[in-house]
């Protein structure tokens, strides 16, 4: 598949007196896109393919996703750049459909002509209920990415289930390589209730060498 558009962004100074604002924290050479904000066309050619048995609520199969998307900066071009990103899933039934490992891993890189920035406001970050859910949202940020994911789920009666999950990712700025050393790494459990279809409410408790946090979301992890 194909998607295209055009974004424009505006970053202002924040107006919490708590928090000091974000221009006197950080300059363009440590936030590239503060001082301008540049507007884009978007390009992303797409491959999706899907053997799960149910995406919503899978329990064995693999999905793979791949993209490549060209972002062209409209003013100066001082930051334009390109981004690949590739998803795969895999769902093994241990024994039977009521306990499942299911496994992710995510990579995504940025590729910049020489001397060009990627806005921080498009960096890809890790910290979330969806990647390392074991860190504050948006904790880490960068050009390029690394995030492994996995769960042992047990469906304990047809609308409940329990999963023991770990996460481990990184980021790193483009050109400095991905070091698998580098990961931190999460643990924690969760309750699922769900139709055969989909994860209708998760409760998710993880903890991180920074923190523990408490998630309740509407959706699966993955």
Not at 16 to 32: H, K, L, S, W
Not at 58 to 65: A, D, K, N, Q
Not at 200 to 217: C, K, P, Q, W
């Amino acid at each position: 598949s194909m998607h295209t558009g055009y974004r424009t962004f505006s970053v202002r100074s924040g107006e919490d007196e708590d928090f000091p604002t974000i221009e006197t924290v950080f300059d363009e050479t440590t936030a590239p896109g503060l001082d301008q904000q540049p507007d884009y066309l978007h390009l992303t050619p797409q491959l999706f393919i899907d053997f799960r048995d149910e995406p919503g609520n899978p329990h064995r199969g693999f999905m793979l996703g791949v993209a490549f998307s060209n972002f062209n900066d409209r003013g100066s071009e001082a930051y334009r750049f390109d981004r690949f990103a590739a998803d795969a899933r895999l769902f093994v039934p241990l024994g039977s459909v009521q306990r499942v490992l299911a496994l992710r891993a995510l990579t995504i890189f940025d590729q910049t002509p020489p001397n060009n920035r990627v806005p921080f406001y498009l960096q890809e970050s890790l910290g979330s209920s969806h990647t390392l859910r074991g860190y504050d949202s948006f904790r880490f940020r960068g050009e390029d990415l690394v995030l492994f994911q996995a769960e042992y789920r047990w469906e304990a009666a047809p609308l409940v289930e329990f999963a023991f999950f770990t996460d481990g990712g990184t980021v790193s700025p483009i050109g400095a390589g991905v070091e698998l050393e580098s990961l931190r790494w999460d643990y924690g459990y969760g309750i699922r209730f769900k139709n055969w279809k989909a994860v209708l409410f998760r409760f998710d408790h993880a903890f991180g060498d920074e923190t523990s946090r408490i998630l309740v979301r509407v959706s699966s992890a993955f």
